[in-house]
């Protein structure tokens, strides 16, 4: 059996999913001899857990598309709700899950979280077994589909303790770049699978497309049968196995939570901090059918917040212990930041398959009178074919942002990334404005689609560049539940964009929104260079 001791530095326990006793990985002997090792096996666990989850999280963006295509009985507004619902439980679960890895664990709380997915899969996949499933169950099922987006807090916050201070650019990176690769899997996959009966006579039916759609390989016209409901189901095949590679092969390291008590207490304690999330999305779906948008997200945060700190028991102490965070100013400095890069990739993500679905999709008609009306676009651009894209460059550049950060330092990078995305959100707006107008958008959709791709680049350089700065300027006990409060304010944004681009679509200036951005993106420069650039910084360049 291996010594506990710290004068060896040896791991605690034989066995690969053994609670860690000693785990010291700023001791470069330690971090070479075993930590490296063990902290490897946990994020490539957790990497595709986490990819995972953001497919299911996100993937109402590519289903209410096929459900348009498909004569599903609601109107855009509703499927444009469809997703916002899923992006407001993602965002507000991340609060309770910000705390989980202190409170139950790292192994236990992966294992649970990934294991729950299956429910919102299975679920999905059954409702859109029949189009006259009722509207409510599929808000249900968007509501507990922010379970994955929830777990990128528990996640992120789990491998920060695994690393030490100069290779957390690397493992955040990794992690979150990788894992937003959930988005571009669920963006390919989803079409894919849609057009073959995977699962035989178990899935049901298909159904016939009423209108063109598309895949990665190209257009599908309208009468092709069609599997949407494969688009929930696909998740099991992976989840499953998934589910068990956490329970085995990950750790719950006792110098982060020194009490998660058994299994039982520990999934205890991750269903109660997550009943809490998913009670508080409920109002805050409520809230928005009475009180503006800008006034239900904070109220939403703030009821999450207070009934988190009445949650009795053991958990108590340590929730108000980590609430520690919300008296440093970084904590709030590097939230805004992380809304300007996390956010926009995240909100893109989840609002781009249906805005080129309806701002593509029709065009402008002049009648011989001079009236003009929109008609449907009969050459328009699938969204099911390109929406990819964007969120693929964004995913795929993050782990670089990450690395040239630990090489030239995060504030820095972060400020040229914002100065990007400024004037690329006004350009696309402008683009945006331009095509739903014409009478032929469809020679503006390649300056559009190219404008969002440098969106997504900039945004995903920005996520690893922003996650450097958190693991530095925080100490080892803090780092975790900023990581995951940032990433949960931040994740508002695949609520807020859909949101935001759906009501300006509906008003006719698509325009708008991205004007509204790119004022965010320019006040964002100014609190980066105040706090991070300027010559008497709180922190130099972290």
Not at 59 to 66: H, P
Not at 500 to 513: N, R, W
Request: glycine share 12%.
């Amino acid at each position: 059996m291996a010594k506990s001791s710290a004068d060896t530095g040896r791991i605690a326990r034989p066995g690969r999913n053994a609670d860690i006793e000693h785990w010291d990985v700023e001791n470069d002997d330690f971090w070479e001899r075993e930590g490296k090792k063990v902290a490897n096996r946990n994020l490539w666990i957790s990497i595709p857990s986490l990819l995972m989850g953001f497919a299911v999280w996100l993937m109402w963006g590519m289903i209410t598309t096929q459900m348009q295509n498909l004569g599903f009985p609601f109107t855009v507004s509703q499927l444009f709700t469809l997703t916002a619902i899923a992006g407001l439980s993602g965002a507000t679960l991340r609060i309770p899950a910000s705390f989980m890895i202190r409170i139950a664990g790292g192994r236990n709380t992966i294992f649970l979280t990934t294991a729950l997915l299956m429910l919102p899969a299975l679920g999905t996949g059954l409702a859109l077994m029949n189009p006259g499933t009722p509207f409510w169950v599929f808000q249900a099922l968007a509501l507990l589909s922010g379970i994955g987006g929830g777990n990128f807090a528990c996640s992120m916050s789990n491998i920060s303790t695994f690393y030490p201070k100069h290779q957390q650019g690397y493992a955040l990176g990794m992690n979150a770049g990788l894992g937003n690769f959930g988005v571009t899997t669920m963006q390919i996959l989803i079409p894919l699978v849609m057009t073959v009966g995977l699962f035989g006579a178990i899935a049901g039916d298909p159904m016939e497309l009423t209108r063109a759609s598309g895949t990665l390989i190209g257009r599908i016209e309208a009468g092709t049968d069609t599997w949407i409901q494969n688009a929930g189901l696909i998740w099991l095949v992976f989840l499953i196995p998934l589910a068990f590679a956490g329970w085995f092969g990950m750790n719950n390291l006792r110098t982060i939570t020194p009490n998660p008590g058994n299994p039982a207490q520990a999934f205890g304690k991750i269903l109660g901090l997550y009943g809490v999330g998913l009670i508080t999305s409920v109002v805050g779906v409520v809230a928005l059918g009475w009180l503006n948008m800008w006034l239900a997200l904070p109220l939403t945060i703030v009821l999450t917040l207070l009934l988190l700190r009445l949650i009795p028991g053991d958990i108590k102490p340590n929730i108000q212990k980590q609430f520690e965070i919300f008296r440093d100013k970084h904590t709030w400095s590097m939230t805004v930041l992380y809304i300007a890069t996390f956010g926009s990739f995240i909100g893109f993500s989840a609002a781009l398959p249906l805005s080129i679905t309806v701002i593509f999709g029709n065009m402008m008609e002049v009648a011989v009178d001079g009236s003009v009306t929109r008609v449907a676009n009969p050459d328009a651009p699938s969204a099911l074919t390109w929406a990819w894209m964007g969120p693929f460059v964004g995913a795929l550049i993050r782990p670089v942002g990450g690395w040239i950060s630990d090489k030239v330092g995060g504030a820095i990078v972060t400020q040229i990334i914002s100065v990007i995305m400024v004037a690329a959100s006004a350009a696309v707006g402008y683009v945006m404005m331009l095509a739903y107008n014409a009478t032929d958008p469809n020679q503006y959709f390649w300056m559009f689609l190219v404008l969002f791709i440098v969106l997504f680049a900039a945004s995903g350089i920005g996520n690893g560049s922003t996650f450097r700065s958190i693991g530095v300027i925080f100490d080892q006990q803090k780092k975790g539940p900023v990581l995951g409060w940032t990433s949960a304010v931040a994740a508002y944004g695949a609520f807020i964009a859909p949101r935001v681009m759906g009501e300006q679509i509906k008003a006719g200036t698509p325009e708008m929104a991205m004007y509204g951005f790119a004022v965010f993106y320019a006040l964002c420069l100014v609190v980066n260079w105040w706090f991070y650039l300027r010559g008497n910084a709180y922190v130099k360049n972290p």
